[in-house]
């Protein structure tokens, strides 16, 4: 085959589909047995992504365009309110039914329940199944990814652990809202959370795991029981939960054996986490460079899918989440809250929540190679 995508979530199903949509044989490996098994995303998708991307209408719930951010004593929290919808909630459990469709119809295999055990010059092993040879393969596989290791590439080194419960609501019982509580006694280094959007909501915390000294449920199930913005579930509570790697993207990102995407890449940006817009921007990257450069064997192509230079998007965000971690006491914390209740305060929030930012868009010149094109 040309490429073995290790990891069926977002950024693995939708290399997967562009790359298949560039007639190469491509498959995708993915031990859970269910997609809707291990979702660890709270499934927020930011204005950017909305705009830029096709996503299924009728997968995303309401929009909300209101955030809340509260100091540790959860009194007169600093409102920001946006004239645009900023975010929707996705149902990712269907969301990620609907990429492997997508992948599917566009010629890509898809299998569940295997489990990836190594690669090596092209040959790669499976617990329990037959070996295959890739000329490529991609690791999708999470923030802690074996593809890494094996492909001799950077790995993540900086995470946060977050959990969150997530319940339905009844219709009309809250106005959708997006709930943020600064509080290192909750959410160390990190928020506290509540979003909202009339149908579901989402109560996380996270936050860095050697200073959660009792337990990360425990400060969940403590949140939650308190939480800004809390509704009564009406219906099932699901559990989610998992690391997320706030570092930064990584470094050296790709070799002549494979590249990565998504978490595996460090696809997270350092002050927010958020994942999703950026796991899709780079996604679409990485099935340029690679079809072009199995396409051509040029090894130089790789070099577009360089670490450092979208690194340096997060730069900033780098930077603030260095100040972030450096919040450890609520004093510290009602101190933050009280400097963004300021101009400047309000405007740099509003700048980080509602922001345009994102990753570099695809060279036009890069997709053309990569489908045997060329521009006049």
């Not at 039914?97 to 997508?102: N, P, Q, S, T, V």
């Not at 010629?107 to 090596?120: F, P, Q, T």
Request: with cysteine; charged share 25%; net charge positive.
């Amino acid at each position: 085959m040309d490429v073995l995508v290790v990891g069926a979530g977002l950024a693995g199903l939708r290399t997967a589909l562009l790359l298949a949509r560039r007639e190469l044989n491509v498959m995708v490996v993915d031990r859970r047995r269910s997609l809707s098994a291990g979702i660890r995303t709270t499934g927020i998708f930011v204005r950017r992504t909305l705009d830029d991307f096709d996503l299924p209408e009728h997968l995303l719930g309401p929009g909300i365009r209101d955030v809340l951010l509260y100091p540790p004593s959860r009194r007169a929290p600093i409102r920001l309110t946006s004239d645009r919808d900023e975010y929707r909630v996705a149902d990712m459990a269907a969301v990620y039914e609907h990429a492997r469709h997508e992948a599917e119809s566009a010629g890509a295999r898809v299998l569940l329940g295997v489990r990836y055990v190594g690669a090596s010059n092209g040959f790669v092993r499976f617990a329990g199944a037959e070996p295959v040879t890739a000329r490529f393969v991609i690791g999708a596989d999470g923030p802690r990814s074996r593809v890494a290791r094996d492909l001799g590439l950077d790995v993540n080194r900086r995470f946060l652990v977050g959990a969150e419960i997530v319940h339905a609501i009844e219709s009309g019982a809250s106005v959708p809202a997006f709930h943020c509580v600064l509080d290192p006694r909750v959410a160390p280094g990190y928020l506290g959370w509540v979003i909202d959007d009339g149908r579901h909501a989402h109560v996380g915390v996270a936050g860095y795991p050697n200073a959660m000294r009792t337990g990360l449920r425990h400060l969940l199930d403590a949140f939650a029981a308190d939480a800004p913005g809390r509704v009564t579930p009406a219906g099932p509570v699901e559990r989610r939960g998992g690391p997320i790697p706030v570092g930064g993207v990584l470094r050296r990102l790709a070799s002549p054996a494979g590249l990565l995407v998504g978490d595996a890449a460090g696809a997270v940006s350092p002050l927010t986490a958020g994942g999703l817009d950026p796991c899709l921007r780079m996604s679409e990257l990485a099935a340029a460079v690679t079809a072009g450069y199995l396409r051509t064997g040029d090894q130089r192509l790789l070099s577009r899918y360089d670490g450092n230079t979208l690194r340096a998007k997060f730069r900033g965000r780098l930077w603030l989440r260095r100040v972030f971690a450096g919040i450890r006491s609520p004093a510290a914390a009602e101190a933050a809250v009280t400097v963004l209740r300021g101009r400047a305060g309000r405007a740099l929030a509003a700048r980080v929540l509602f922001g345009d930012g994102s990753f570099p868009e695809v060279d036009p010149r890069l997709a053309d190679l990569a489908t045997g094109h060329r521009r006049r």
